[in-house]
């Protein structure tokens, strides 16, 4: 049973939020009667999105940047919040990934995954601090398992995202005077995702993926999202600081492909 979340009158700006994942994040809370922003590199994936989203009822507002660039990030939500006001849902899910050994891994390709990842998500924190609803807003981080299990081949987002998770704990503390809660949701393996394309190509890399997570099947992006519109909801008022995992029990027993 999914359960119905009421979002009508509030505002929620996604970064990333014009594919996979974070796609349908904002899809769910445009079906929930947000007022939305969506955010990306690519000018033809956020014009995508906003027909996409329009579909499930919201007009949304997008914009075309990187995050690695803070006066992009800064100048987007100053033009968001300057139609429909403070943000009450923050969402920051830009992210890069490809698998390297860390021996043929360039200095430049692990800086590059650390600044979109890592610098990005501080980047998009550090801009919209002055544009949240206080009291009431809440921030959610996009984190990845790789925070809390060295997998091979991924030095490069282990060690950004276990950034993205102590940023989330320490904004939680440094913002939580404000009335302004800091959370960070972990999905786990997600069918349809470029990034479970990359880590399983192959139908034999699938198999053994889904064997590997305790409840047997992948996630989809509605799962992410359903957790997503629970912590923007008052049911979850005093949470705040958590780093929850969204991936069938896959981190309890491992996170091993």
């Not at 992410?224 to 005093?238: N, P, T």
Request: hydrophobic share 45%; net charge positive; proline share 5%.
């Amino acid at each position: 049973m999914t359960i119905t979340y009421d979002m009508r009158g509030k505002t929620v700006f996604v970064f990333g939020g014009t594919s996979g994942i974070n796609l349908g994040i904002a899809e769910a809370f445009a079906k929930a009667g947000a007022q939305l922003a969506v955010a990306s590199r690519s000018a033809e994936k956020v014009a995508v999105a906003k027909v996409r989203l329009s579909h499930a009822g919201t007009a949304a507002m997008g914009y075309s940047l990187d995050v690695r660039e803070p006066v992009a990030v800064s100048e987007a939500i100053t033009n968001f919040t300057g139609t429909h006001g403070p943000i009450d849902v923050l969402i920051s899910g830009a992210a890069g990934n490809f698998p390297s050994m860390a021996a043929q891994l360039s200095p430049n390709g692990f800086k590059s995954v650390v600044d979109i990842d890592l610098l990005g998500t501080f980047n998009v924190m550090r801009a919209a601090h002055a544009h949240l609803r206080k009291p009431g807003a809440c921030v959610i981080n996009i984190s990845a398992p790789q925070a809390q299990v060295a997998m091979a081949m991924q030095v490069h987002v282990c060690a950004a995202k276990a950034g993205v998770d102590m940023l989330t704990k320490t904004l939680a503390i440094e913002w939580g005077p404000e009335g302004v809660r800091v959370n960070g949701v972990v999905p786990g393996p997600i069918d349809g995702t470029e990034g479970m394309a990359r880590l399983a190509p192959t139908e034999a890399a699938r198999e053994k993926v889904v064997k590997s997570v305790p409840l047997r099947r992948m996630g989809t992006p509605d799962d992410i999202a359903q957790v997503c519109l629970f912590l923007a909801s008052d049911s979850a008022r005093y949470v705040s600081g958590a780093i929850i995992p969204v991936d069938g029990g896959w981190l309890a027993s491992g996170a091993k492909m």
